[in-house]
Protein backbone atom coordinates (compact mmCIF):
# COMPACT_ATOMS: atom_id res chain seq x y z
CA UNK A 1 0.00 0.00 0.00
CA UNK A 2 2.77 2.12 1.01
CA UNK A 3 4.50 1.45 -1.95
CA UNK A 4 1.63 2.23 -4.42
CA UNK A 5 1.26 5.31 -2.51
CA UNK A 6 5.02 6.28 -3.01
CA UNK A 7 4.64 4.84 -6.92
CA UNK A 8 1.77 7.05 -7.68
CA UNK A 9 3.70 10.35 -5.60
CA UNK A 10 6.58 9.15 -7.84
CA UNK A 11 4.69 9.03 -11.37
CA UNK A 12 2.81 12.51 -10.73
CA UNK A 13 6.09 13.74 -9.80
CA UNK A 14 7.76 12.75 -13.05
CA UNK A 15 4.76 14.11 -14.87
CA UNK A 16 4.69 17.68 -13.81
CA UNK A 17 9.04 17.32 -14.43
CA UNK A 18 8.40 15.97 -18.37
CA UNK A 19 5.63 18.82 -18.49
CA UNK A 20 7.84 21.57 -17.09
CA UNK A 21 10.95 19.91 -19.54
CA UNK A 22 8.41 19.68 -22.83
CA UNK A 23 7.33 23.47 -22.52
CA UNK A 24 10.86 24.69 -22.05
CA UNK A 25 11.95 22.60 -25.12
CA UNK A 26 8.48 23.24 -27.58
CA UNK A 27 8.80 26.52 -26.16
CA UNK A 28 11.43 28.12 -28.71
CA UNK A 29 10.21 26.12 -31.68
CA UNK A 30 6.96 27.23 -31.28
CA UNK A 31 8.33 31.05 -30.63
CA UNK A 32 10.13 30.68 -33.98
CA UNK A 33 7.06 29.27 -35.49
CA UNK A 34 4.87 32.69 -34.59
CA UNK A 35 7.27 35.25 -35.00
CA UNK A 36 8.55 34.10 -38.64
CA UNK A 37 6.01 35.26 -41.70
CA UNK A 38 5.89 32.80 -44.49
CA UNK A 39 9.20 34.20 -46.76
CA UNK A 40 6.93 34.28 -49.94
CA UNK A 41 4.13 36.82 -48.48
CA UNK A 42 6.44 40.11 -48.66
CA UNK A 43 7.81 39.37 -52.44
CA UNK A 44 3.96 38.96 -53.64
CA UNK A 45 2.74 41.60 -51.30
CA UNK A 46 5.53 43.95 -53.02
CA UNK A 47 4.46 42.62 -56.46
CA UNK A 48 0.86 43.41 -55.80
CA UNK A 49 1.62 46.69 -54.58
CA UNK A 50 4.04 48.03 -57.56
CA UNK A 51 1.67 46.17 -60.34
CA UNK A 52 -1.23 48.09 -58.77
CA UNK A 53 0.72 51.88 -58.43
CA UNK A 54 -0.76 54.56 -60.23
CA UNK A 55 -4.08 52.56 -61.02
CA UNK A 56 -6.55 55.37 -59.51
CA UNK A 57 -6.19 59.27 -59.99
CA UNK A 58 -5.68 61.18 -56.32
CA UNK A 59 -5.72 64.87 -56.94
CA UNK A 60 -4.43 67.07 -54.72
CA UNK A 61 -7.08 69.56 -52.78
CA UNK A 62 -9.88 66.98 -52.12
CA UNK A 63 -10.89 64.88 -48.41
CA UNK A 64 -11.27 61.34 -49.29
CA UNK A 65 -13.42 59.00 -47.57
CA UNK A 66 -12.79 54.90 -47.23
CA UNK A 67 -15.87 55.03 -48.81
CA UNK A 68 -14.86 56.20 -52.19
CA UNK A 69 -16.25 59.21 -51.96
CA UNK A 70 -14.76 63.02 -51.37
CA UNK A 71 -15.84 66.45 -50.29
CA UNK A 72 -13.95 69.45 -51.16
CA UNK A 73 -14.31 72.75 -48.80
CA UNK A 74 -16.19 76.01 -50.92
CA UNK A 75 -16.48 78.30 -47.66
CA UNK A 76 -19.46 78.98 -45.67
CA UNK A 77 -19.18 75.65 -44.19
CA UNK A 78 -20.23 74.08 -47.56
CA UNK A 79 -18.87 71.09 -48.94
CA UNK A 80 -19.00 70.09 -52.98
CA UNK A 81 -19.21 66.56 -52.80
CA UNK A 82 -19.01 63.43 -55.44
CA UNK A 83 -17.11 60.08 -56.14
CA UNK A 84 -13.43 58.95 -56.61
CA UNK A 85 -11.43 58.16 -59.37
CA UNK A 86 -12.12 53.77 -57.91
CA UNK A 87 -15.74 54.27 -57.72
CA UNK A 88 -16.39 55.49 -61.25
CA UNK A 89 -13.98 52.80 -62.46
CA UNK A 90 -15.70 49.89 -60.69
CA UNK A 91 -19.49 50.56 -61.27
CA UNK A 92 -18.82 52.39 -65.00
CA UNK A 93 -20.23 53.12 -68.03
CA UNK A 94 -22.24 55.23 -65.60
CA UNK A 95 -26.04 54.81 -66.62
CA UNK A 96 -27.60 57.14 -63.80
CA UNK A 97 -27.00 57.80 -60.25
CA UNK A 98 -29.87 58.93 -57.43
CA UNK A 99 -29.27 61.44 -55.61
CA UNK A 100 -30.90 63.13 -51.76
CA UNK A 101 -33.65 65.98 -52.49
CA UNK A 102 -32.09 69.56 -51.29
CA UNK A 103 -32.80 69.27 -47.52
CA UNK A 104 -32.50 65.85 -46.68
CA UNK A 105 -29.64 65.16 -44.16
CA UNK A 106 -27.02 63.15 -44.78
CA UNK A 107 -24.47 61.47 -42.48
CA UNK A 108 -21.08 60.18 -43.03
CA UNK A 109 -20.11 56.93 -43.26
CA UNK A 110 -24.03 56.30 -43.92
CA UNK A 111 -25.36 55.80 -47.55
CA UNK A 112 -26.39 58.93 -49.49
CA UNK A 113 -26.94 58.33 -52.69
CA UNK A 114 -26.65 55.19 -55.27
CA UNK A 115 -24.62 55.09 -58.41
CA UNK A 116 -25.85 52.70 -61.35
CA UNK A 117 -23.84 51.29 -63.96
CA UNK A 118 -23.28 48.51 -66.34
CA UNK A 119 -21.78 46.42 -63.41
CA UNK A 120 -24.91 47.02 -61.04
CA UNK A 121 -26.58 49.68 -58.10
CA UNK A 122 -23.70 51.07 -55.88
CA UNK A 123 -24.81 52.63 -53.07
CA UNK A 124 -22.14 54.76 -51.42
CA UNK A 125 -21.76 56.69 -47.90
CA UNK A 126 -21.30 60.34 -47.50
CA UNK A 127 -17.84 61.50 -46.41
CA UNK A 128 -18.87 64.31 -44.27
CA UNK A 129 -22.46 64.85 -42.09
CA UNK A 130 -24.70 68.00 -43.20
CA UNK A 131 -27.77 69.23 -45.15
CA UNK A 132 -27.86 68.61 -48.87
CA UNK A 133 -28.19 71.99 -50.27
CA UNK A 134 -27.66 71.55 -54.02
CA UNK A 135 -27.66 68.83 -56.03
CA UNK A 136 -25.79 68.29 -59.35
CA UNK A 137 -29.40 67.16 -61.98
CA UNK A 138 -26.63 67.04 -64.49
CA UNK A 139 -25.21 64.44 -62.94
CA UNK A 140 -28.03 62.27 -62.51
CA UNK A 141 -29.03 62.06 -66.00
CA UNK A 142 -26.42 60.25 -67.27
CA UNK A 143 -24.55 63.21 -68.94
CA UNK A 144 -21.12 61.17 -68.77
CA UNK A 145 -20.17 64.41 -66.47
CA UNK A 146 -19.77 61.98 -63.54
CA UNK A 147 -18.08 59.23 -65.80
CA UNK A 148 -15.25 62.01 -67.63
CA UNK A 149 -14.76 64.24 -65.07
CA UNK A 150 -15.17 63.01 -61.39
CA UNK A 151 -13.47 65.80 -59.51
CA UNK A 152 -14.67 68.68 -61.84
CA UNK A 153 -18.32 68.97 -63.30
CA UNK A 154 -19.35 65.37 -62.41
CA UNK A 155 -19.68 66.65 -58.65
CA UNK A 156 -22.95 65.29 -57.11
CA UNK A 157 -24.23 67.24 -54.05
CA UNK A 158 -23.18 70.21 -51.87
CA UNK A 159 -23.64 69.65 -48.39
CA UNK A 160 -23.99 72.80 -45.47
CA UNK A 161 -22.89 71.59 -41.96
CA UNK A 162 -24.32 72.96 -39.00
CA UNK A 163 -22.33 74.90 -36.84
CA UNK A 164 -20.32 73.08 -34.56
CA UNK A 165 -20.15 69.57 -36.26
CA UNK A 166 -17.38 68.19 -37.41
CA UNK A 167 -16.12 69.16 -40.90
CA UNK A 168 -13.87 67.56 -42.94
CA UNK A 169 -11.09 66.34 -40.37
CA UNK A 170 -9.91 62.80 -40.65
CA UNK A 171 -10.25 62.70 -44.21
CA UNK A 172 -7.48 62.03 -46.20
CA UNK A 173 -5.76 63.85 -48.67
CA UNK A 174 -2.25 64.86 -50.75
CA UNK A 175 0.37 61.71 -49.82
CA UNK A 176 -1.49 60.26 -47.72
CA UNK A 177 -4.45 59.67 -49.64
CA UNK A 178 -2.43 58.50 -52.69
CA UNK A 179 -0.87 55.89 -50.21
CA UNK A 180 -4.31 55.12 -49.23
CA UNK A 181 -5.26 54.29 -53.32
CA UNK A 182 -2.35 52.19 -53.49
CA UNK A 183 -2.91 50.12 -50.67
CA UNK A 184 -6.55 50.00 -52.19
CA UNK A 185 -5.94 48.79 -55.80
CA UNK A 186 -3.67 46.04 -54.11
CA UNK A 187 -6.32 44.74 -52.34
CA UNK A 188 -7.91 45.29 -55.03
CA UNK A 189 -5.42 43.02 -57.41
CA UNK A 190 -4.84 40.69 -54.50
CA UNK A 191 -9.00 39.79 -54.40
CA UNK A 192 -10.16 39.66 -57.69
CA UNK A 193 -6.74 38.86 -59.52
CA UNK A 194 -8.16 35.79 -61.65
CA UNK A 195 -11.74 37.84 -62.34
CA UNK A 196 -9.00 40.98 -63.37
CA UNK A 197 -7.19 38.90 -65.79
CA UNK A 198 -4.61 39.67 -68.08
CA UNK A 199 -5.56 43.23 -67.63
CA UNK A 200 -3.56 43.31 -64.10
CA UNK A 201 -1.03 40.67 -64.75
CA UNK A 202 0.67 42.29 -67.37
CA UNK A 203 1.27 45.73 -65.40
CA UNK A 204 -1.47 47.55 -66.84
CA UNK A 205 -4.30 49.46 -65.68
CA UNK A 206 -7.41 47.79 -65.02
CA UNK A 207 -10.18 48.51 -67.57
CA UNK A 208 -13.22 50.97 -67.44
CA UNK A 209 -15.98 48.72 -64.99
CA UNK A 210 -13.78 46.41 -63.48
CA UNK A 211 -16.74 45.20 -62.04
CA UNK A 212 -18.63 43.65 -64.86
CA UNK A 213 -17.08 40.68 -64.86
CA UNK A 214 -17.52 40.08 -61.23
CA UNK A 215 -19.58 37.36 -60.60
CA UNK A 216 -22.98 38.49 -58.41
CA UNK A 217 -21.53 36.70 -55.08
CA UNK A 218 -17.92 38.77 -56.13
CA UNK A 219 -19.81 41.88 -56.75
CA UNK A 220 -21.55 41.98 -53.40
CA UNK A 221 -18.51 41.65 -51.63
CA UNK A 222 -16.17 43.92 -53.33
CA UNK A 223 -19.22 46.51 -52.54
CA UNK A 224 -19.22 45.41 -48.59
CA UNK A 225 -15.53 45.40 -48.69
CA UNK A 226 -14.31 48.67 -50.90
CA UNK A 227 -17.41 50.85 -50.42
CA UNK A 228 -18.02 50.21 -46.58
CA UNK A 229 -21.50 50.20 -47.02
CA UNK A 230 -23.14 50.28 -43.23
CA UNK A 231 -25.13 46.72 -42.99
CA UNK A 232 -26.82 46.84 -39.40
CA UNK A 233 -28.18 49.78 -36.83
CA UNK A 234 -24.92 51.64 -36.62
CA UNK A 235 -26.46 54.26 -34.40
CA UNK A 236 -28.29 54.45 -30.54
CA UNK B 1 -12.49 69.45 -32.01
CA UNK B 2 -15.74 71.44 -32.76
CA UNK B 3 -17.43 69.94 -29.81
CA UNK B 4 -17.09 73.33 -27.53
CA UNK B 5 -19.40 74.96 -30.06
CA UNK B 6 -21.66 71.82 -30.38
CA UNK B 7 -25.21 72.32 -28.36
CA UNK B 8 -25.41 69.32 -26.08
CA UNK B 9 -28.74 68.97 -27.47
CA UNK B 10 -26.38 68.12 -30.35
CA UNK B 11 -24.22 66.18 -29.13
CA UNK B 12 -26.51 63.78 -27.88
CA UNK B 13 -28.61 63.35 -30.42
CA UNK B 14 -25.81 63.05 -33.17
CA UNK B 15 -26.94 66.56 -34.63
CA UNK B 16 -30.51 65.40 -35.43
CA UNK B 17 -33.81 66.83 -34.14
CA UNK B 18 -35.00 64.97 -30.98
CA UNK B 19 -37.75 63.38 -32.73
CA UNK B 20 -35.81 62.42 -36.45
CA UNK B 21 -33.39 60.70 -33.39
CA UNK B 22 -36.11 58.58 -32.46
CA UNK B 23 -37.71 57.33 -34.95
CA UNK B 24 -33.92 56.61 -36.51
CA UNK B 25 -33.87 54.01 -33.22
CA UNK B 26 -37.06 52.59 -34.84
CA UNK B 27 -35.35 49.65 -36.18
CA UNK B 28 -35.98 45.96 -35.73
CA UNK B 29 -32.72 45.66 -34.37
CA UNK B 30 -32.93 48.37 -31.60
CA UNK B 31 -36.45 47.30 -31.17
CA UNK B 32 -35.77 43.63 -30.07
CA UNK B 33 -32.83 45.25 -28.12
CA UNK B 34 -34.93 46.97 -26.55
CA UNK B 35 -37.59 44.27 -25.55
CA UNK B 36 -34.57 41.98 -23.89
CA UNK B 37 -33.04 44.52 -21.38
CA UNK B 38 -37.21 45.77 -20.60
CA UNK B 39 -37.41 42.11 -19.74
CA UNK B 40 -34.53 42.15 -17.46
CA UNK B 41 -35.44 44.79 -15.87
CA UNK B 42 -38.88 42.87 -15.16
CA UNK B 43 -36.95 39.86 -13.90
CA UNK B 44 -34.39 42.09 -11.99
CA UNK B 45 -37.23 43.44 -10.00
CA UNK B 46 -39.13 40.45 -9.56
CA UNK B 47 -35.89 39.09 -8.00
CA UNK B 48 -35.80 41.83 -5.27
CA UNK B 49 -39.33 41.95 -4.55
CA UNK B 50 -39.27 38.16 -4.55
CA UNK B 51 -36.13 36.99 -2.89
CA UNK B 52 -33.27 35.04 -4.32
CA UNK B 53 -35.12 31.96 -3.61
CA UNK B 54 -38.04 32.63 -5.48
CA UNK B 55 -36.45 33.99 -9.00
CA UNK B 56 -33.11 31.63 -8.67
CA UNK B 57 -32.21 27.93 -8.66
CA UNK B 58 -29.50 28.87 -6.16
CA UNK B 59 -29.25 26.68 -3.11
CA UNK B 60 -27.61 26.47 0.02
CA UNK B 61 -25.51 23.75 -1.42
CA UNK B 62 -25.04 25.63 -4.25
CA UNK B 63 -24.62 29.61 -3.62
CA UNK B 64 -23.06 30.23 -6.71
CA UNK B 65 -24.50 30.25 -9.82
CA UNK B 66 -25.07 32.03 -13.04
CA UNK B 67 -24.47 35.69 -12.24
CA UNK B 68 -21.32 34.57 -10.58
CA UNK B 69 -20.18 32.30 -12.88
CA UNK B 70 -21.25 33.75 -15.90
CA UNK B 71 -21.73 37.80 -15.55
CA UNK B 72 -19.02 38.56 -12.64
CA UNK B 73 -16.09 35.91 -13.60
CA UNK B 74 -17.05 35.95 -17.19
CA UNK B 75 -17.44 40.01 -17.54
CA UNK B 76 -14.21 40.61 -15.15
CA UNK B 77 -12.05 38.29 -17.23
CA UNK B 78 -13.37 39.45 -20.53
CA UNK B 79 -12.66 43.16 -19.24
CA UNK B 80 -8.89 42.32 -19.16
CA UNK B 81 -8.06 43.75 -22.35
CA UNK B 82 -8.47 47.05 -20.29
CA UNK B 83 -5.15 46.56 -18.24
CA UNK B 84 -3.55 44.44 -20.05
CA UNK B 85 -3.23 47.17 -23.68
CA UNK B 86 -2.77 49.83 -21.47
CA UNK B 87 0.51 48.37 -19.56
CA UNK B 88 1.15 47.17 -23.45
CA UNK B 89 1.03 51.12 -25.12
CA UNK B 90 1.76 53.00 -21.89
CA UNK B 91 4.46 50.94 -19.75
CA UNK B 92 6.22 48.83 -22.31
CA UNK B 93 6.06 51.45 -25.16
CA UNK B 94 4.13 49.83 -27.69
CA UNK B 95 2.58 52.68 -28.99
CA UNK B 96 1.34 51.33 -32.34
CA UNK B 97 -1.51 49.30 -30.40
CA UNK B 98 -2.84 53.30 -29.06
CA UNK B 99 -5.36 52.59 -31.39
CA UNK B 100 -7.28 50.42 -29.50
CA UNK B 101 -6.80 51.28 -25.97
CA UNK B 102 -10.17 53.28 -25.63
CA UNK B 103 -12.06 50.95 -27.05
CA UNK B 104 -10.33 47.88 -24.92
CA UNK B 105 -10.42 50.34 -21.47
CA UNK B 106 -13.88 51.25 -22.25
CA UNK B 107 -14.79 47.64 -23.11
CA UNK B 108 -13.18 46.72 -19.51
CA UNK B 109 -15.13 49.84 -17.73
CA UNK B 110 -18.26 48.47 -18.89
CA UNK B 111 -17.84 44.69 -18.44
CA UNK B 112 -16.55 45.55 -14.90
CA UNK B 113 -19.87 48.14 -14.54
CA UNK B 114 -22.42 45.04 -15.34
CA UNK B 115 -20.49 42.74 -13.75
CA UNK B 116 -21.12 44.51 -10.22
CA UNK B 117 -24.59 44.70 -10.97
CA UNK B 118 -24.70 41.06 -11.77
CA UNK B 119 -23.12 40.75 -8.47
CA UNK B 120 -25.72 43.13 -6.65
CA UNK B 121 -28.40 40.42 -8.15
CA UNK B 122 -26.66 37.67 -6.64
CA UNK B 123 -26.04 39.18 -3.33
CA UNK B 124 -28.59 38.13 -0.53
CA UNK B 125 -28.48 41.72 1.30
CA UNK B 126 -27.22 43.63 -1.97
CA UNK B 127 -26.81 47.12 0.66
CA UNK B 128 -23.85 45.67 2.39
CA UNK B 129 -21.79 45.90 -0.64
CA UNK B 130 -20.05 49.04 0.73
CA UNK B 131 -19.12 47.36 4.11
CA UNK B 132 -15.97 45.86 3.16
CA UNK B 133 -14.56 49.46 1.86
CA UNK B 134 -16.34 51.86 5.09
CA UNK B 135 -17.90 49.66 7.79
CA UNK B 136 -16.49 46.09 8.48
CA UNK B 137 -13.41 45.22 6.61
CA UNK B 138 -13.01 41.75 7.28
CA UNK B 139 -9.49 41.67 5.89
CA UNK B 140 -9.35 37.67 6.82
CA UNK B 141 -11.56 36.94 4.04
CA UNK B 142 -10.26 36.65 0.12
CA UNK B 143 -13.76 38.61 -0.21
CA UNK B 144 -11.64 41.65 1.21
CA UNK B 145 -9.51 41.64 -1.33
CA UNK B 146 -11.93 41.21 -4.62
CA UNK B 147 -14.25 44.06 -2.94
CA UNK B 148 -11.33 46.56 -2.53
CA UNK B 149 -9.67 45.64 -6.05
CA UNK B 150 -12.74 45.53 -8.30
CA UNK B 151 -13.76 48.86 -6.04
CA UNK B 152 -10.72 50.34 -6.84
CA UNK B 153 -10.32 49.23 -10.26
CA UNK B 154 -13.84 50.20 -11.03
CA UNK B 155 -13.05 53.84 -10.41
CA UNK B 156 -9.89 53.26 -11.88
CA UNK B 157 -11.52 52.50 -15.17
CA UNK B 158 -13.61 55.18 -14.81
CA UNK B 159 -10.84 57.49 -14.77
CA UNK B 160 -8.86 56.24 -17.18
CA UNK B 161 -11.67 56.54 -19.59
CA UNK B 162 -12.73 59.82 -18.48
CA UNK B 163 -10.19 61.97 -21.13
CA UNK B 164 -12.85 60.66 -23.67
CA UNK B 165 -15.67 62.31 -22.37
CA UNK B 166 -13.79 65.34 -21.43
CA UNK B 167 -13.46 65.37 -25.25
CA UNK B 168 -16.78 65.23 -26.05
CA UNK B 169 -17.93 67.60 -23.51
CA UNK B 170 -15.27 70.13 -24.40
CA UNK B 171 -13.39 70.42 -20.77
CA UNK B 172 -10.16 70.91 -21.91
CA UNK B 173 -8.52 71.90 -19.11
CA UNK B 174 -9.99 69.05 -16.94
CA UNK B 175 -8.73 66.65 -19.62
CA UNK B 176 -5.03 67.87 -19.39
CA UNK B 177 -5.31 67.71 -15.62
CA UNK B 178 -6.28 63.81 -16.04
CA UNK B 179 -3.87 63.52 -18.69
CA UNK B 180 -1.05 64.46 -16.47
CA UNK B 181 -1.79 61.54 -13.50
CA UNK B 182 -2.58 59.13 -16.56
CA UNK B 183 0.46 57.19 -16.14
CA UNK B 184 -0.12 56.74 -12.30
CA UNK B 185 -3.90 55.52 -13.20
CA UNK B 186 -2.58 53.18 -15.44
CA UNK B 187 -0.12 51.72 -13.40
CA UNK B 188 -2.69 51.39 -10.77
CA UNK B 189 -4.70 49.63 -12.65
CA UNK B 190 -2.17 47.28 -13.63
CA UNK B 191 -1.36 46.40 -10.26
CA UNK B 192 -5.22 46.09 -8.93
CA UNK B 193 -5.93 43.84 -11.79
CA UNK B 194 -3.28 41.71 -11.01
CA UNK B 195 -4.26 41.31 -7.73
CA UNK B 196 -7.86 40.85 -8.25
CA UNK B 197 -7.79 38.60 -11.51
CA UNK B 198 -6.10 35.93 -9.54
CA UNK B 199 -7.45 36.46 -5.96
CA UNK B 200 -11.35 35.86 -7.98
CA UNK B 201 -9.26 32.25 -8.65
CA UNK B 202 -8.47 31.89 -4.62
CA UNK B 203 -12.43 32.36 -3.83
CA UNK B 204 -12.35 28.37 -5.11
CA UNK B 205 -9.40 27.52 -2.60
CA UNK B 206 -11.58 27.06 -0.13
CA UNK B 207 -13.87 24.32 -1.18
CA UNK B 208 -11.51 21.82 -2.89
CA UNK B 209 -13.80 19.17 -1.04
CA UNK B 210 -16.62 20.48 -3.21
CA UNK B 211 -15.32 21.04 -7.03
CA UNK B 212 -14.34 18.07 -9.11
CA UNK B 213 -10.83 17.51 -8.86
CA UNK B 214 -10.31 18.33 -13.01
CA UNK B 215 -10.87 21.96 -12.38
CA UNK B 216 -9.57 22.22 -8.59
CA UNK B 217 -5.85 23.23 -8.34
CA UNK B 218 -3.83 25.05 -5.95
CA UNK B 219 -2.63 27.13 -8.77
CA UNK B 220 -6.13 28.32 -9.51
CA UNK B 221 -5.38 31.83 -8.61
CA UNK B 222 -2.46 31.32 -11.41
CA UNK B 223 -4.92 29.87 -14.14
CA UNK B 224 -7.31 33.11 -13.90
CA UNK B 225 -4.42 35.43 -13.85
CA UNK B 226 -2.80 34.13 -17.38
CA UNK B 227 -5.96 33.19 -18.63
CA UNK B 228 -7.54 36.76 -17.80
CA UNK B 229 -4.40 38.21 -19.87
CA UNK B 230 -5.59 35.42 -22.86
CA UNK B 231 -9.13 36.82 -22.61
CA UNK B 232 -8.53 40.73 -22.60
CA UNK B 233 -6.35 39.80 -25.80
CA UNK B 234 -8.64 38.07 -27.64
CA UNK B 235 -11.58 39.80 -26.90
CA UNK B 236 -9.72 43.31 -27.86
CA UNK B 237 -9.59 41.44 -30.88
CA UNK B 238 -13.36 40.84 -31.23
CA UNK B 239 -14.70 43.94 -30.09
CA UNK B 240 -12.34 45.87 -32.31
CA UNK B 241 -13.22 43.28 -35.97
CA UNK B 242 -16.89 43.88 -34.96
CA UNK B 243 -16.42 47.59 -33.96
CA UNK B 244 -14.54 47.98 -37.36
CA UNK B 245 -17.41 46.50 -39.20
CA UNK B 246 -20.49 48.28 -37.03
CA UNK B 247 -18.67 51.94 -37.49
CA UNK B 248 -17.94 52.70 -40.67
CA UNK B 249 -19.18 56.02 -40.30
CA UNK B 250 -16.81 56.83 -36.91
CA UNK B 251 -13.65 54.98 -38.02
CA UNK B 252 -10.94 57.36 -39.34
CA UNK B 253 -9.95 56.32 -43.20
CA UNK B 254 -6.60 55.06 -42.34
CA UNK B 255 -7.65 52.79 -39.71
CA UNK B 256 -8.77 49.85 -41.89
CA UNK B 257 -5.35 49.55 -43.21
CA UNK B 258 -4.16 49.57 -39.35
CA UNK B 259 -6.40 47.48 -37.87
CA UNK B 260 -5.07 43.75 -39.73
CA UNK B 261 -1.90 45.02 -38.44
CA UNK B 262 -2.75 45.40 -35.22
CA UNK B 263 -4.63 42.53 -35.02
CA UNK B 264 -2.08 40.32 -36.39
CA UNK B 265 0.63 41.13 -33.58
CA UNK B 266 -2.15 40.73 -30.75
CA UNK B 267 -2.59 37.36 -32.15
CA UNK B 268 1.06 36.94 -31.71
CA UNK B 269 0.99 37.67 -28.22
CA UNK B 270 -2.42 35.57 -27.60
CA UNK B 271 -0.58 32.49 -28.67
CA UNK B 272 1.99 32.67 -26.91
CA UNK B 273 0.51 33.02 -23.64
CA UNK B 274 -1.91 30.83 -24.34
CA UNK B 275 0.85 28.59 -25.13
CA UNK B 276 1.95 28.62 -21.25
CA UNK B 277 -1.27 28.85 -20.41
CA UNK B 278 -2.31 25.53 -21.41
CA UNK B 279 1.02 24.38 -19.94
CA UNK B 280 0.25 25.38 -16.53
CA UNK B 281 -3.13 23.78 -16.86
CA UNK B 282 -1.44 20.39 -17.56
CA UNK B 283 0.69 20.99 -14.77
CA UNK B 284 -1.93 21.19 -12.51
CA UNK B 285 -3.48 17.84 -13.76
CA UNK B 286 -0.36 16.74 -12.90
CA UNK B 287 -0.47 17.76 -9.17
CA UNK B 288 -2.15 15.20 -6.86
CA UNK B 289 -2.68 12.47 -9.63
CA UNK B 290 -5.62 14.80 -10.36
CA UNK B 291 -4.68 13.32 -14.50
CA UNK B 292 -6.56 10.11 -13.40
CA UNK B 293 -9.66 11.40 -13.45
CA UNK B 294 -9.08 12.06 -17.14
CA UNK B 295 -10.74 8.66 -18.21
CA UNK B 296 -14.68 9.80 -17.05
CA UNK B 297 -17.10 11.93 -18.58
CA UNK B 298 -15.95 15.07 -17.02
CA UNK B 299 -12.68 14.12 -18.67
CA UNK B 300 -14.25 14.57 -21.95
CA UNK B 301 -15.65 17.96 -21.12
CA UNK B 302 -12.31 18.93 -20.37
CA UNK B 303 -10.64 17.95 -23.30
CA UNK B 304 -12.88 19.73 -24.92
CA UNK B 305 -12.15 23.00 -22.77
CA UNK B 306 -8.23 22.18 -23.14
CA UNK B 307 -8.09 21.19 -26.61
CA UNK B 308 -11.20 22.14 -28.36
CA UNK B 309 -10.69 25.82 -26.81
CA UNK B 310 -7.42 26.13 -26.04
CA UNK B 311 -5.23 24.52 -27.91
CA UNK B 312 -6.79 24.67 -30.74
CA UNK B 313 -7.50 29.11 -30.58
CA UNK B 314 -3.24 28.62 -29.64
CA UNK B 315 -2.25 26.92 -33.08
CA UNK B 316 -4.77 29.00 -34.99
CA UNK B 317 -2.98 32.43 -33.77
CA UNK B 318 -0.11 31.19 -34.03
CA UNK B 319 -1.05 30.23 -38.15
CA UNK B 320 -2.49 33.26 -38.71
CA UNK B 321 0.27 35.46 -37.46
CA UNK B 322 2.71 33.52 -39.44
CA UNK B 323 0.77 33.71 -42.64
CA UNK B 324 -0.70 36.98 -42.20
CA UNK B 325 -4.20 36.08 -41.99
CA UNK B 326 -6.08 38.54 -39.58
CA UNK B 327 -9.61 36.29 -40.80
CA UNK B 328 -8.18 33.41 -39.11
CA UNK B 329 -6.91 35.33 -35.77
CA UNK B 330 -10.33 37.07 -35.22
CA UNK B 331 -12.13 33.07 -35.09
CA UNK B 332 -9.27 32.40 -33.16
CA UNK B 333 -10.07 35.09 -30.80
CA UNK B 334 -13.87 34.47 -30.44
CA UNK B 335 -12.66 30.35 -29.89
CA UNK B 336 -10.43 31.90 -27.35
CA UNK B 337 -13.01 34.12 -25.56
CA UNK B 338 -15.55 31.18 -25.89
CA UNK B 339 -12.80 28.94 -24.15
CA UNK B 340 -12.37 31.30 -21.24
CA UNK B 341 -16.09 31.60 -20.77
CA UNK B 342 -16.24 27.70 -20.55
CA UNK B 343 -13.75 27.74 -18.10
CA UNK B 344 -15.22 29.82 -15.55
CA UNK B 345 -18.35 28.41 -15.90
CA UNK B 346 -16.62 25.21 -15.34
CA UNK B 347 -15.36 26.33 -12.41
CA UNK B 348 -17.94 27.97 -11.17
CA UNK B 349 -20.91 25.88 -11.58
CA UNK B 350 -20.19 22.84 -13.46
CA UNK B 351 -17.26 21.48 -11.42
CA UNK B 352 -19.40 22.51 -8.21
CA UNK B 353 -20.91 19.48 -7.00
CA UNK B 354 -20.58 17.38 -10.23
CA UNK B 355 -22.67 14.68 -10.73
CA UNK B 356 -25.11 15.68 -7.46
CA UNK B 357 -28.55 14.54 -7.96
CA UNK B 358 -29.67 18.35 -7.65
CA UNK B 359 -27.04 19.89 -9.48
CA UNK B 360 -27.86 23.19 -10.20
CA UNK B 361 -29.55 24.55 -13.19
CA UNK B 362 -30.14 28.49 -13.55
CA UNK B 363 -33.56 29.40 -13.99
CA UNK B 364 -35.27 31.61 -16.73
CA UNK B 365 -35.06 34.93 -14.59
CA UNK B 366 -31.12 34.25 -13.78
CA UNK B 367 -30.83 33.76 -17.71
CA UNK B 368 -33.09 36.47 -18.86
CA UNK B 369 -30.92 38.74 -16.73
CA UNK B 370 -27.97 37.65 -17.92
CA UNK B 371 -28.63 38.30 -21.47
CA UNK B 372 -30.18 41.40 -20.60
CA UNK B 373 -27.18 42.76 -18.75
CA UNK B 374 -25.09 41.53 -21.89
CA UNK B 375 -27.59 43.26 -24.27
CA UNK B 376 -27.09 46.43 -22.35
CA UNK B 377 -23.53 46.52 -22.55
CA UNK B 378 -23.47 46.46 -25.45
CA UNK B 379 -26.13 49.00 -26.33
CA UNK B 380 -23.92 51.50 -24.01
CA UNK B 381 -21.13 50.73 -25.65
CA UNK B 382 -22.65 51.96 -29.04
CA UNK B 383 -24.17 54.43 -27.55
CA UNK B 384 -20.75 55.96 -26.58
CA UNK B 385 -18.89 54.91 -29.42
CA UNK B 386 -21.56 57.06 -31.43
CA UNK B 387 -20.51 59.86 -29.44
CA UNK B 388 -17.18 60.36 -27.82
CA UNK B 389 -13.75 59.87 -29.01
CA UNK B 390 -13.04 56.27 -28.53
CA UNK B 391 -12.37 54.60 -31.91
CA UNK B 392 -10.77 57.89 -33.90
CA UNK B 393 -8.27 59.26 -30.84
CA UNK B 394 -6.17 61.12 -32.87
CA UNK B 395 -8.64 62.49 -34.99
CA UNK B 396 -10.57 64.10 -32.12
CA UNK B 397 -7.58 65.34 -30.14
CA UNK B 398 -6.53 67.10 -33.15
New interface residues.
Partial sequence: MIAAGLHGLVLDHALAYLLAVLYLLSFVPFWRFVNRTVPAAAPAAAGEREAARGWFDVPDGFGFHPGHSWARGIGNRTFKVGIDDFARSVVGPITGVTLPGIGARVRRGEVAWTLHGSAGSLPMVAPVDGEVVAVNRGASLASGRVETDPYGEGWLLEVRQPSGIRGAEGLLSGAKARAWMESVAERLHRAFAPELGPVAADGGTPVHGIGVGLAPADWDRLVEDFFLNPTGDGRA | ???????FG?RLF???RFR?YVR??M?P??VLAGGIVALGVAAIAYRFWMGLGAATNLTQATPWGLWIGFDMLCGVALAAGGFTLAAAVHLLGLKAYEPVVRPAILTGFLGYLFAVIGLMCDLGQPWRIPYPIFYQYGVTSVMFEVGWCVFLYLTVLALEFSPAFLEWMGFKALRKRVGQVMLALIVLGVLLSTLHQSSLGSLFLMAPGKMHPLWYSPYIPLFFFVSAIVAGISMVIVESGLSH??????????R??DLDGLTLGLA?GG??VM??YL?LR??GL????R?RELASPAGGWLAMELVGLTLVPCLM??WA????RADVARIAAGLAVLGIVVNRVNVSVVAWRFGAPDHYVPSWIEITVSVALVTAGV?MF??IV?RMPVL?VE?ER?
Avoid: I, K, Q, Y
Avoid at chain 2, 246 to 252: E, G, I, K, Q, Y
Avoid at chain 2, 321 to 324: D, E, G, I, L, Y
Fill in positions: MGNAATGDLGMDSLTGNRAFHHRLSPDPARAVFAFLLSEDGWFASRHRLRWNNES
